[in-house]
């Protein structure tokens, strides 16, 4: 939530900042703005509530000159999306402008600190407060700008990327972080500050993942960096290249992202079992799992937390891990499992799984387990993401940059991972037969050729979204392991759409969300055969006797639901544990077919943003 851009160097920072915006736009996009200091060493602050590009409008005629500053898009938390609360944020000598990811939590104290000694306060953000409060101690104290940042973050509670400008002050920025990604980019006498990789990738392919509680000086035309933490220990920086690719963040033809990363999933399929899933020789190949398979071969059980779609991935994982190693599993949404005081094992595996490895409550859930003594195993995509620095082991997801808000090609290749996972342990642990395994592993590797011919029908799937745009309402029904699919079906759909719509154990659907059944409701039936495919039928007669318009998401060639349902949409068949990866493709189209028809804004739907970084 919120992104973060910076620049110091040669060249002009405004068109850095805002391209770099424009990239990050998808972690907020309530109010966006810039700060740069020009040639004369003043410091100029523009802002404005909306998108990028209403920044961009706002700046036309504004001076925008100047090789270094800051910038922000912002998702709301403390006041509301406007003018004024959009960051940066001025001291009140307005000599400092702050941009801020993240929640200072102990804001009021400060707050009520600042205003005894006579700072005033125009916004209600608690971005403000800490902005006030650095320029407090800095006048205090008579430090550099470096230390007073350090002072001040020693006092403060809370979650935080910042940036920070000083008018007269035109050769150095000063960053930090804890709790909200930060990155700098190292160039030729230049550097770069990211929320994450995407406004630097085009620049360097050097970077440094800030680690929690440091603070970061960075200096025109100097290459010395001076990293220290909270603890006042000066650290060395680590630079480490990214793999990330400029045309990985671009959307190359596609209307949108998200319809961009529907249609990569093949791909992103591959690109995760890379290496992984062996075909000749019918293997997986896992290292973090082969390395640590004493934990899982000892594990009392699984925890499996996460949240948003990753959790309903983590949901999948139970029904797999249970079904075929025979370890109980536990899943919890990490917001939950965090707050509970929940019991946790030393012998207890703890899965966490993220797309952004970001998410404030997945982060807090690994602690917690950790500092129990479980064993933290991470799935996540961001590469050098905090969900990969702080598990014990992991595997990337390798799914590559995702940028739409509405998660698709992040869970299927969370579901790779997960059943790779599943696999490799099920045969390490003797609970698959061989021939089980290889069969599995096999299948696992055609996945990617059946969504492609799924995703070769996309046409069809647009003809019937146009009929449901009228809808208030939706149904999204699955057993087993398309019970997890119906809701991610659902939350879809939600999401961009803004259309109400419920997930639910098919069979379940009879103790209760049967009521809301009638002419106007459309229900989609996730029902692949499989062996519990009469019951489903079953089930979708009651809601046909009901008149509830039926679209179902069936196996090629069944003829049988085709006769009972309104609409039907097929998948290639495949193994019951993989079914997922395919008949989530379906559902994803018709969320973006019906969002698209409706006008709705689907990389970027109103009050979402792709990486949760608050409680
Ligand atoms: C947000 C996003 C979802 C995502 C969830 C969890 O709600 O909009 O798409 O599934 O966060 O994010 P994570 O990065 O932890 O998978």
């Known amino acids: 939530m919120c992104g973060i851009v910076g620049y110091i160097g040669n060249r002009e920072a405004y068109p850095i900042l805002i391209k770099g915006l424009h990239r990050l736009e998808y972690r907020g996009y309530d ?114 700008l470096y230390e007073a940042v350090h002072q001040a973050l020693s006092q403060v509670v809370g979650a935080y990327a910042i940036g920070v400008l000083e008018k007269g002050n ?17 160039g030729e006498q230049e550097y770069f500050l990211g929320s994450d990789a995407s406004p630097i990738v ?135 499992f965090r707050y509970r005081n929940p019991v946790v094992f030393e012998d207890d595996v703890l899965i966490a799984i993220s797309q952004s490895g970001e998410t404030a409550d997945t982060l807090a859930a690994i602690e917690l387990a950790k500092a129990n003594g479980a064993f933290i195993y991470g799935i996540c995509n961001a590469v050098g993401s905090s969900v990969a620095r702080l598990t014990h082991s992991g595997t990337y997801t390798h799914a590559g940059p995702e940028i739409g808000v509405a998660s698709t090609k992040a869970f299927t290749t969370q579901v790779a991972v997960l059943t790779m996972i599943t696999l490799l342990l099920g045969k390490e642990l003797g609970t698959i037969d061989d021939s089980t395994y290889k069969h599995l592993v096999t299948s696992l590797s055609e996945v990617s050729k059946k969504i492609e011919k799924i995703l070769s029908k996309a046409d069809k799937i647009e003809q019937i979204s146009k009929v449901f745009t009228y809808a208030r309402n939706f149904m999204y029904l699955g057993r087993g392991y398309n019970y997890p699919v119906a809701l991610e079906g659902a939350l879809k759909l939600k999401e961009i ?49 009901r008149k509830g318009k039926i679209i179902a998401i069936v196996t090629e060639g069944d003829t049988n639901i085709a006769n009972i349902a309104d609409y039907v949409i097929e998948i290639p068949s495949t193994e019951e544990c993989l079914s997922p990866l395919l008949t989530v493709i379906p559902l994803q189209l018709l969320s973006y077919y019906i969002a698209t028809a409706k006008g709705r804004n689907v990389d970027q739907p109103r009050n979402l943003a792709k990486s949760v970084t608050v409680e």
């Open 497 to 545: 759409s803004y259309i109400h719509a419920e997930g639910y154990p098919a069979a379940e659907m009879k103790h209760g969300p049967i009521a809301l059944v009638d002419e106007e409701m459309p229900i989609v039936v996730v029902a692949p055969k499989f062996k519990i495919y009469d019951k489903i039928v079953s089930n979708i007669e009651e809601l046909k006797a």
């Open 170 to 186: 035109a050769d150095v920025l000063v960053a930090a972080r804890k709790g909200s990604p930060l990155i700098v980019g190292v």
């Open 31 to 144: 109010s966006a703005g810039i700060a740069l200091i020009d040639s004369e060493s003043n410091l100029h602050v523009y802002k404005t509530k909306g998108k990028v590009a209403n920044l961009e409008q706002y700046c036309k005629d504004k001076n925008i000159s100047g090789t270094i500053g800051i910038a922000h898009t912002r998702w709301a938390t403390h006041g509301e999306p406007n003018d004024v609360n959009a960051h940066p944020h001025y001291s009140q000598s307005e000599n400092l402008a702050l941009i801020h990811n993240g929640i200072i939590e102990n804001y009021l104290p400060l707050r009520q600190m600042l205003e005894k000694n006579g700072f005033t306060f125009v916004s209600q953000t608690d971005t403000e407060v800490l902005v006030q409060f650095i320029e407090y101690v800095r006048s205090k104290s008579q430090c550099s």
């Open 202 to 336: 085009e620049y360097t392919k050097n970077v440094i993942y800030l680690g929690e509680e440091e603070i970061v000086e960075i200096k025109r035309g100097s290459s010395d960096i001076l990293i220290k933490n909270l603890s006042n220990v000066k650290l060395k920086p680590q630079i480490q290249k990214i793999q990330m690719d400029l045309s990985e963040i671009e959307k190359g033809g596609f209307e949108h992202f998200m319809l961009k990363e529907i249609f990569e999933q093949p791909k992103s399929l591959e690109m995760c079992m890379n290496g992984r899933v062996q075909t000749e020789m019918q293997e997986i190949i896992l290292s973090g799992i082969r390395d640590n398979i004493a934990k899982f071969r000892n594990a009392r059980r699984i925890l499996i937390t996460a949240c948003g779609t990753s959790w309903h991935a983590a949901l999948i994982g139970k029904y797999l891990i249970e079904y075929y190693c025979k370890i109980p599993v536990e899943v919890e949404v990490a917001s939950e």
